[in-house]
């Protein structure tokens, strides 16, 4: 149940910061947040940052260029 809940959760943030379709192309590796040290005005804002990695998605279909 608390994968589930994790998945949800997951597939909820990444809504707000990906495109639309990008989880087509990329799976989601990790999502870290460390604390914000920056200085700038907009840094105040955000006491924190969310990093989050991606790697190509296996999907088994061959992409061609033209």
Request: aromatic fraction near 14%; charge should be negative; hydrophobic fraction near 40%.
């Amino acid at each position: 149940m608390e994968s589930n809940q994790s998945n949800t959760n997951t597939d909820f943030i990444i809504s707000f910061f990906l495109p639309n379709g990008m989880i087509d192309w990329f799976e989601i590796v990790k999502m870290a947040e460390e604390p914000n040290t920056g200085k700038s005005r907009a840094d105040i804002l955000y006491d924190s940052i969310l990093n989050i990695y991606l790697d190509n998605a296996t999907t088994g279909r061959a992409i061609f260029w033209d």
